[in-house]
């Protein structure tokens, strides 16, 4: 395993050399090569979703490649390298399991699970004591860059551990029927864009908090919902060519009738 590593490592240097290298892969800058790294981690996910190993096999190939494109150009800058991520992360890990790396009691998995909030909580702390001008959050850690609906999960559980929280969902329904009502008060004239978006990204947030009170995963329900609307659209395009027929030549009840018949057939 260590030569397979070895030769990755050697083949991105290779790549990035200035004088020999490959042209694209030179002129990349850690902005450039982002979106691919969050692109390949969605592939994994695509994968995993379709029980596909083999394809999981590759993506994992290909998302290990960005790591590797993303050390390398750290080790360029003299900032760090691939060697230095590992350590990291194997030091971290070690750190965070101490029922099974150290002299620890722990061996029942909820009481690991709030182990492993306790680290991460003094982690988070002893980083905001980097910065002087900012106290310590429990909200500390969320990516911004986290697709919006994961970033609201993530910050309303994290409002959870401390106890701002809603004890059951009846509260949380009655929070969605207030949004509803001030989103139809938003769009009545005059209209103004910008408190709209924000009425609907309140409505948006409430529906995720209730989804985390149910117990299912908000982005992956809507990933499910997106194949599903997909799945049905689709066939209901093939009983409209069937017909020898465009989508738009048909009247949205006609099409709205397909839908059903579509649904029916599931």
């Known amino acids: 395993m260590q030569e397979n590593i070895s030769q990755l490592l050697e083949i991105m240097t290779r790549l990035r050399d200035p004088e020999n290298g490959c042209p694209w892969d030179i002129e990349q800058d850690f902005t450039s090569i982002a979106p691919y790294t969050i692109e390949e981690a969605y592939e994994v996910d695509e994968a995993i979703r379709a029980d596909d190993m083999d394809a999981l096999k590759d993506e994992l190939g290909d998302l290990l490649l960005q790591v590797v494109f993303h050390a390398e150009m750290a080790r360029e800058a003299g900032h760090f390298n691939f060697s230095d991520v590992v350590a990291g992360i194997s030091e971290k890990m070690t750190r965070r399991h101490p029922h099974v790396f150290a002299d620890s009691n722990i061996r029942d998995a909820d009481q690991q699970s709030k182990a492993w909030e306790v680290q991460k909580a003094e982690e988070r702390a002893a980083e905001a004591g980097k910065h002087n001008n900012r106290a310590p959050s429990a909200l500390d850690g969320v990516a911004n860059a986290l ?42 004239e005059p209209v103004d864009p910008k408190h709209l978006r924000l009425e609907c990204g309140d409505l948006l947030f409430s529906c995720v908090n209730l989804v985390r009170h149910l117990g299912v995963d908000a982005e992956h329900a809507l990933r499910d919902s997106n194949a599903k609307f997909e799945n049905r659209f689709r066939r209901m395009e093939s009983v409209v060519q069937g017909e020898n027929k465009r989508v738009d030549e048909k009247t949205l009840e006609q099409l709205e009738e397909i839908w059903q018949q579509v649904k029916a057939e599931e």
């Open 147 to 188: 697709p919006a609906l994961m970033r609201a999960e993530k910050n309303q559980k994290r409002a959870s551990r401390v106890g701002f929280d809603w004890c059951e969902s009846g509260p949380m329904i009655e929070k969605i029927a207030e949004e509803l009502v001030e989103i139809n008060d938003a769009k009545s």
